[in-house]
Nanobody
């Protein structure tokens, strides 16, 4: 079976940092475009960052400069480093994998930025 398991979320103070991880299993990981999305109650799921199988990143304009997406194909893991966190970064962050017509979502990890 396919699994995308997020980890690394939690409570941080404004200005702090977190690194989220998404460990994939059941897929040929290096083939997949990986991405991170966020969602708050009452809002649509929003794109944060993506990275191609060969490591080319792309970021949402609102996140550029504060987040870095990376991947380790040997570990079947994609990361989202988040710095200078703000209260408005609070959301559930979801891992996404896509290849051809196939896509998968993780179950999400909660990030809360609060003093």
């Amino acid at each position: 079976q396919v699994q995308l398991v997020e980890s690394g979320g939690g409570l941080v103070q404004p200005g702090g940092s977190l690194r989220l991880s998404c460990a994939a299993s059941g897929i040929t990981f290096s083939f997949y475009r990986m991405a991170w999305y966020r969602q708050d109650p009452g809002r649509q799921r929003e794109f944060v960052a993506q990275i191609t199988g060969d490591g080319s990143p792309h970021y949402a304009d609102s996140k550029t400069g504060r987040v870095t997406i990376s991947r380790d194909n040997a570990k079947n893991t994609v990361y989202l480093q988040m710095n200078s966190l703000k209260p408005e970064d609070t959301a559930v962050y979801y891992c996404y994998a896509a290849y051809s017509s196939i896509s998968y979502w993780g179950q999400g990890t909660q990030v809360t930025v609060s003093s």
